[in-house]
């Protein structure tokens, strides 16, 4: 990985980190660029579903709701991209059930 490509993938990671996901992955060496954009596209996918939470239902910044409705909403944006507090949100759920 070029050090453009190191920096890239670094931003991706901590923009991920804001939303409650991770990058779950590594490029496989000569498909970098292909793995930058696969995340690239998961990164806009999960900005675009919270932009869309915000207008619809009045959120402000990254809220404890927003991240709620956003992994209930996207579990996994991409193959290489995870929700971090899925598995929490899925343990509450099915506690409230029983």
């Known amino acids: 990985m070029s050090e453009q490509?190191?920096?890239t993938l670094e931003?991706?990671?901590e923009a991920f980190r804001h939303y409650g996901y991770f990058v779950a992955a590594t490029p496989i060496e000569g498909?970098?660029?292909v793995f930058l954009d696969d995340l690239r596209a998961a990164l806009r996918k999960v900005e675009e579903t919270a932009a869309h939470f915000r207008k619809g239902y009045g959120y402000r910044g990254v809220s404890r709701r927003l991240?709620?409705?956003l992994h209930n909403s996207l579990p996994a944006p991409s193959a290489n991209v995870?929700?971090?507090i899925a598995p929490?949100?899925?343990a509450r759920e099915r506690r409230g059930r029983t």
């Open 82 to 84: 995870e929700s971090a």
């Open 88 to 90: 929490e949100l899925r």
């Open 31 to 33: 498909m970098e660029d």
């Open 67 to 69: 991240l709620e409705e």
């Open 5 to 7: 490509q190191e920096r």
């Open 11 to 13: 931003q991706f990671q």
